[in-house]
């Protein structure tokens, strides 16, 4: 490891593409499955061949063209607040933008040269959006609103504004999570839990690739498998599949559509605010110079009568505890909000707020059970239990799975 520790775990966040590490065959339920002839011919290999293919993998060079699909099967209601954000407004700050990729198709340009510069850009009809990583600046560029970001990536420099703009790195981390970072991600997660095998070939970006396929081996899950097209010459995943357990179309896809490994352009990073533009620093953001940087949970901190809901908005109103119930995955957390209303007060409140009303009515069914009661807010891959005493159980697992679990945590 570098001597300069927090400089090496910042570059390695940004690595494109990222080596797998951490995954040990004793820690993964291994399948000696082969892949078939679906696809292009290529030599057999196995789950644990192939892994280690991804983890031998050093391409850092490339340029191409992406392609990240979401279908949650967001509610009417949940869809706008988590597609809003700050996004309609045009801002430029990154953490603006991972609302905004929460459903829908999205088309991006990406160039990656080592760990120290990237560039994405987001093309959403005539406007664009792009997210540089050049050395020791980060910069954002919303072309709608002619407004620019900048903050500092490197420790060093970041470590001046502490607890002010630090936490956009983290961000454009996430909007730079590439087909190989959410590999890697899957990857280090699996477990006991979980079958790896190898499907069916694939072409993907016009390359030849081989399929890595996690299974959970619970029931009870909404993912029914996560497919990763691993490039069959030098193991780059060129394409990431999260699948419902109940059929259809892919819950999540990001894969590359061209790809091509040769070294970017020497000014492919070279990013200067267009003139008039306004730029926001990082910390001035995070500070309110630049407008509220926004709160842990987001948009939904927004919704009108949510603090009806939990309590208040006065700090006194919940507990935040969480126990984490169940392993792999079937894992629910259970949050205790400490509400200090029921949802069934609220329901038969003819004084309570109309917007609280309207909040709880769209959070989905009825569910009764030895838990009590309470409503379901469900999504393709993510349901959560608002019970009537105030607690809050959520997961990627079914609806009947839900109740069971907050049943038995009775």
Same mark, same amino acid.
């Given at each position: ?115 120290? *510069? ?55 981390? *996430? ?31 016009? *390359? ?203």
């Amino acid at each position: 490891m570098a001597a300069n520790t927090k400089t090496s775990r910042k570059a390695a966040r940004y690595a494109v593409p990222v080596a797998v590490a951490g995954v040990a065959a004793a820690t993964v339920a291994m399948v000696p499955a082969f892949a078939n002839a679906g696809g292009p011919d290529l030599p057999k290999v196995t789950a644990q061949q192939l892994i280690e293919k991804v983890a031998a993998s050093d391409v850092q060079q490339l340029t191409g063209t992406a392609k990240l699909s979401t279908d949650l099967g967001l509610p009417t209601l949940a869809s706008g607040l988590l597609g809003g954000g700050g996004v309609a407004g045009g801002s430029a700050d990154p953490q603006d933008k991972v609302a905004q990729l929460a459903s829908g198709t999205h088309t991006f340009r990406v160039a990656a040269d080592g760990p120290d *510069r990237q560039k994405l850009t987001f093309l959403d009809g005539k406007d664009e959006y792009t997210l540089v990583h050049n050395g020791t600046d980060v910069w954002g560029y919303d072309s709608k609103s002619n407004e620019a970001f900048h903050d500092k990536a490197d420790g060093k420099d970041a470590g001046k504004d502490a607890g002010k703009g630090k936490e956009h790195p983290k961000t454009a981390d *996430r909007l730079a999570a590439s087909p190989q970072q959410l590999a890697q991600d899957l990857l280090k997660q699996a477990g006991p839990t979980t079958d790896i095998a190898v499907g069916d070939t694939a072409q993907v970006a016009g *390359r030849d690739a081989y399929q890595l396929v996690l299974k959970p081996k619970q029931s009870g899950s909404t993912v029914g498998s996560v497919r990763i097209a691993v490039d069959a010459k030098n193991g780059v995943p060129l394409r990431v599949q999260l699948l419902s357990s109940q059929g259809g179309k892919p819950i999540a896809e990001a894969g590359f559509t061209q790809v091509d490994f040769a070294k970017p352009g020497a000014d492919a990073f070279s990013f200067t605010p267009p003139k008039g533009a306004k730029v926001t620093e990082g910390a001035d953001k995070a500070a309110g110079k630049g407008g509220e940087h926004g709160k842990e949970f987001g948009p939904l901190e927004a919704v009108p009568g949510l603090d009806a809901l939990t309590g208040g908005a006065d700090g006194k109103g919940g507990k935040g505890d969480v126990k984490v119930l169940g392993e792999g995955w079937a894992t629910v957390a259970r949050i205790d909000t400490g509400a200090g209303r029921s949802l069934s007060d609220i329901e038969k409140d003819k004084n309570a707020p109309k917007e609280a009303k309207q909040f709880l009515n769209s959070l989905g069914d009825k569910v009764t059970g030895k838990f009590g009661e309470g409503r379901i807010f469900s999504t393709r891959l993510v349901n959560a239990l608002i019970t009537d005493d105030g607690k809050v159980y959520v997961g990627a697992v079914t609806k009947d799975q839900l109740v069971k679990t907050a049943d038995s945590a009775k």
